[in-house]
């Protein structure tokens, strides 16, 4: 037999497309990744909408990427399974068509989980004062005072990880990124650099935006932007001013600080509560909480002439806001057709997403808040899954 017969590569465009043509949307963005030929065959596959993607399942190592529903169940999902394969991996972060993932040994990579891209980053594992006991299945990490304690190879990473956020459209010879650890200083890497590099100060959350990072520090408004293109990394200060908390909120333990772009230029600080769920909230002696709930959300837009620097926004017009584990942003309806307009869209928090697997309980605190009616609409997801939490992704060749 001809070895040409073998070569798909080769098949008729015509007869390519024909097929192409009649795959749902995300076939055919994977449809166009097998070879150059089968992609020319197909157009450029416009994305109407965010995905959620959902961690690699053990009995297949595939992942799930989940469309926005149009109600409170979802009638389809798309399965794949990426090369390499993601179970066991912690997803860490996002930024559009790219995902951020750590192993057990705090190897990080940038995946493009549709197009098999991969950009290896250094190891995280020197940013943390520990040592690897791989008889044992763990890390023994070490005080200030001399002692240690034991953490299991999974425990460890998904408790000191928070938050991998990095440049748009990496490459491997030009990505810059930052992490946020629990505990610990924020730090850095950037292509050609050999090691992460430990900064001198701790972030509530991390964006990446026209060349810079943005970083909330301390109180809900210490803004500072900090630029990585250069031999030493500069820290500016955008914003020093304390914020107001409105009576608007239930009061509770945990805040959550997000900041987010518009395509514009605009920057907005989202505040997000959530509180621990008892089975018997009258029962002052239940301190064992069943899940870790968001209860509010509350959006600032920025503004440099008004005293307080910041000003509550209650309508968003034809946008809307995606936050969780990814760079976070603020979508138009306009360009995404799926999107509900002046919405918050959020999936679990880092504290929500271990409580609830501590209580082996998949993830609950994923949903929709409408700004307008101060009302919450929750995910049902396709399976149940504790950990890592789902992530948003905006698929793209």
């Not at 907005?268 to 959300?297: C, M, N, Q, S, W």
């Not at 994923?366 to 789902?390: A, S």
């Amino acid at each position: 037999m001809d070895d040409d017969a073998h070569d798909w590569s080769l098949l008729p465009l015509d007869l390519l497309r024909l097929l192409g043509e009649k795959l749902q949307l995300p076939h055919r963005i994977v449809f166009r990744t097998v070879c150059k030929s089968w992609c020319s065959a197909l157009p450029s596959v416009s994305v109407p909408y965010p995905w959620l993607l959902l961690p690699a399942q053990q009995i297949d190592d595939s992942c799930t990427f989940l469309p926005l529903p149009s109600d409170n169940e979802h009638h389809s999902y798309f399965k794949f399974s990426p090369v390499p394969p993601l179970h066991g991996m912690c997803y860490a972060g996002s930024n559009g068509s790219w995902v951020a993932i750590v192993d057990l040994a705090f190897h990080v990579s940038l995946l493009n989980p549709l197009t098999c891209a991969k950009i290896d980053l250094p190891s995280l594992l020197h940013l943390f004062p520990c040592e690897s006991l791989p008889n044992c299945g763990g890390y023994r990490f070490y005080k200030t005072d001399g002692n240690s304690y034991f953490h299991e190879l999974e425990t460890c990473r998904d408790y000191r990880i928070m938050k991998v956020v990095f440049s748009s459209n990496p490459t491997p010879n030009n990505y810059m990124a930052m992490v946020i650890c629990n505990g610990f200083p924020s730090a850095y890497t950037k292509a050609g650099a050999s090691k992460w590099i430990n900064l001198d100060f701790f972030t509530h959350d991390i964006i990446y935006y026209d060349g810079l990072f943005y970083a909330v520090m301390g109180g809900p408004s210490y803004i500072i932007a900090i630029d990585l293109s250069g031999d030493d990394p500069i820290k500016r200060v955008i914003i020093d001013d304390d914020i107001e908390f409105f009576d608007s909120l239930p009061i509770c333990e945990y805040h959550y600080h997000y900041l987010a772009f518009s395509s514009t230029g605009e920057l907005f600080l989202i505040l997000r509560r959530a509180e621990y769920v008892y089975l018997d909230p009258d029962d002052d002696d239940d301190d064992d909480p069943i899940k870790h709930e968001t209860i509010g959300l509350m959006v600032f837009k920025y503004n440099c002439e008004s005293s307080s620097y910041w000003d509550e926004v209650r309508c968003l017009g034809n946008k809307s806001i995606f936050i969780g584990m990814n760079n976070a942003y603020l979508l138009s309806i306009e360009d995404f057709a799926g999107v509900e307009a002046n919405c918050i869209y959020f999936t679990d928090t880092w504290e929500g997403s271990r409580c609830n697997a501590d209580k082996g309980r998949s993830n609950l605190d994923i949903g929709i808040f409408n700004l307008e009616q101060k009302k919450f609409q929750r995910y049902c997801l396709p399976y149940e899954i504790t950990l890592p939490p789902p992530i948003w992704f905006i698929p793209s060749m």
